[in-house]
């Protein structure tokens, strides 16, 4: 577009007047009526209640994945004096940990999820906030596999 047709259209729009943004059929403040007014908006409480439930169900899986990690490290015994079997208990460690933690991020996203289910009363912010808690409480751990060691 070359730089006269945009001008053209700023100096347009300008004439015109202000302009209304409606999203969802609602009117803009001061907006046109027509649409619907911000007490039409609905939310479904069992969608919220069965998406959390979703995400808290999700716990059992990861809990039968660490249950087979468990057993598949049973039986390592005594790792000094072998260097892969040290290896291999701290990646062990490292991997039980993390799977550790996304089974209680399911738990506790799904338990938030459901619970603004059933309330609906908390507001963006407040919701947003619980949200940002979690974020900070399950922020994601280092690299799996341990850290290297220096030779």
Same mark, same amino acid.
């Given at each position: 577009?070359?730089? @006269? ?8 729009? !300008?004439?015109? $007047?202000? +302009? +209304? ?21 609905? &939310? @479904?409480?069992? +969608? ?18 660490? !249950? ?5 490290? !049973?039986?390592?015994?005594? +790792?000094?004096? &072998?260097? &892969? ?15 550790? @933690?996304?089974? $209680?991020?399911?738990? !506790? ?9 059933? @309330? ?24 799996? $596999? ?6």
């Amino acid at each position: 577009m070359a730089w @006269d047709e945009w001008e053209q259209i700023k100096a347009d729009a !300008a004439a015109n $007047g202000p +302009t +209304t943004m409606q999203l969802n059929q609602a009117p803009s403040e001061g907006g046109p009526p027509g649409g619907g007014t911000a007490g039409d908006l609905k &939310s @479904d409480r069992k +969608t919220w209640v069965r998406v959390g439930e979703g995400v808290t169900d999700l716990k059992g899986g990861i809990g039968k994945a660490l !249950a087979k990690l468990a057993d598949g490290q !049973a039986g390592l015994g005594d +790792t000094t004096g &072998s260097v &892969s079997a040290a290896a291999q208990k701290e990646l062990y460690d490292s991997w039980k940990k993390y799977v550790s @933690d996304v089974r $209680g991020r399911c738990e !506790a996203l799904g338990g938030l999820l459901q619970k603004t289910g059933h @309330d609906l009363s908390k507001s963006d912010e407040e919701a947003l906030a619980d949200l940002k808690k979690l974020q900070v409480r399950y922020e994601d751990t280092e690299p799996v $596999g341990g850290q290297p060691k220096e030779k």
